[in-house]
């Protein structure tokens, strides 16, 4: 059982660190070929592991309150960042007019309402038997993609579009991620993302937004018969790269691995940094590939920072509403000043 949790938080922080890592080079994939290819293989698999791993942890949604403990833990630090996000871009941009649009979610904020969504779908697909429920889930999918005003608003696109990866999480045992592990496969994950990178960087035009699944066919290509068949096209892919990952997770514990309890603190803050960045001089230092590895590093000492135990003790009260991080805090380093005290008077 120990070996699950330490193979879940890793799985989590590792997939934080490309998310932060995914939005840094964002910058940078219109100029660089290389990078842009990178850029697509990332999304091909960390929001689809994160929304999978996220459906393999949905339990208890026949319990009593459970809508309201989601709506407190998801809804409540979504319009509260929705908010400070709004703030902050209104200054960062310097907008003439400051405006705040509830439903229509900030960048990554699409994540927070689109999760509430599938713990509520769920309640419904959870009485279906898997392939029937997978069956529907994916044909949603494919077909919301024909309605043109389903995009970006309440982040209904990307909640359709994602929704069938969190249902095949549910449906996940411990059983399937235990075969999935076997270090037989390890190879096979490995030449998996070999051949996904070499595919997008000899077919340049592949057109990375098919990966974000927050736009409609029509805003695309020319809505056709073709475009589902694109985007199933493009679920296979996802499905591929997100058990390719899995598959190469460590099972252990390292130094990183308490880190992963704290993705979505990382996630909520990370955007004031990347955003700060996008439209710094600094970014124009980053131009060779060399400079790119920095900017990896900087990704990653950014994910430990924000996933450290005082970086969330300080975001706490506004994302999960409670003050038990820093107290221990407190506790802790009150402990600490009495020990030096003591030991200073004792010399």
Known sequence: MKQR????????FILIFFVVFGHLLRSFIEDNEMIYNIYKVIYTFHMPAFILVSGFFARGFNKKGYVMKIAKKLILPYFIFQLIYSIFYYFLYSKSTFTIDPLNPHWSLWFLISLFCWHLMLIGFARLSAPIGLLIAFGLGLGVGYVDWISNYLSLSRTFVFFPLF??????????IKILTRPSFKIG??????????GFYLNPEIDYKWLLGSKPYSMMEAASISSMFTRLSFYLLSLLMVFSFLTIVPKKQYFFTDLGKNTLYVYLLHGFFVRTFRESEVQNFFHSPERFILLAFIALVLTFLLSSKYAAALAQPLIEFKTSRINRLKIRFAAIVRFYRRKLLSQ
């Open 167 to 176: 249902l095949l999480g549910y449906h996940l045992t411990k059983d399937h």
């Open 5 to 12: 949790d330490y193979y879940f938080d890793n799985a989590k």
């Open 189 to 198: 994950a490995l030449v998996a993302f070999t051949v996904v990178f070499l």
